[in-house]
């Protein structure tokens, strides 16, 4: 299958999924809305700097109804030797069903970048699929992302799967982490994992502190091993 027809798959997708929310919102009291926030030490994506380790200012916006979902979020990005894309902005849409005591998220992810250079070919879908439930006082979870022309790979397809687990160990603290493998068919590989502990300061706001890490150093000073602050508020 060639790359613009598995691309077109993989929009008609969000855009179906975008119809079904639209049709069970026509049939609820009405949609909920929320808003989020962050200012970050360095917007780290599968453990792979988009900033060139610099700070990030983040917000976005979400709207649910009964099971379905969409939103939107965007962040300044920086990439080496690229001095012209300057943000990045993400558009999603699924639903949320629940399953055998399980939390499913099956949905469409699609990523696009202002200012790419000509023919950098940044802009990307991913197709999700997740699960999740409690044990004991953990939530445990994993999900799976592909993509049929991954960023800035032309032709490349990609999966990314990860396993991640938090806990509460006390009130106002959550403990968490994800081990990932990002694969590409070019076998530009590596493994990623985070590490971290979130305070809730008040009600709407949080302060993150996390460490990320690859197996690839090799790659690039993006690719190596940092702490991360984040302060997240959600309304």
Request: hydrophobic letters at 40%; charged letters at 15%.
């Amino acid at each position: 299958m060639e790359t613009q027809t598995r691309t077109a798959v993989a929009i008609t997708a969000l855009l179906t999924l975008g119809s079904l929310a639209a049709q069970a919102a026509a049939q609820t009291t009405g949609p909920q809305w929320s808003f989020n926030a962050a200012a970050t030490s360095d917007y780290v994506f599968r453990g792979v700097s988009q900033t060139e380790e610099d700070p990030a200012i983040s917000a976005g916006a979400d709207v649910t109804t009964g099971q379905f979902y969409a939103g939107a979020w965007a962040s300044n990005v920086a990439f080496p030797g690229d001095g012209d894309t300057d943000a990045e902005a993400d558009l999603y849409g699924g639903f949320r069903p629940e399953v055998s005591g399980w939390s499913l998220d099956l949905g469409v992810v699609g990523y696009l970048y202002a200012g790419q250079p000509d023919g950098a070919d940044y802009d990307y879908v991913e197709l999700k699929a997740a699960a999740s439930r409690a044990v004991g006082p953990a939530t445990v979870g994993a999900a799976v992302y592909w993509s049929p022309d991954f960023f800035g790979a032309s032709e490349d397809e990609a999966t990314y799967v990860e396993a991640n687990a938090a806990v509460s160990p006390a009130e106002k603290w959550t403990i968490s982490g994800a081990l990932g493998r990002q694969v590409l068919s070019s076998d530009f590989d590596y493994t990623t994992w985070n590490f971290g502990a979130a305070y809730q300061l008040i009600d709407n706001l949080a302060l993150d502190v996390r460490y990320h890490d690859t197996d690839q150093h090799d790659f690039g000073d993006i690719y190596g091993a940092r702490a991360v602050a984040s302060l997240k508020a959600v309304f």
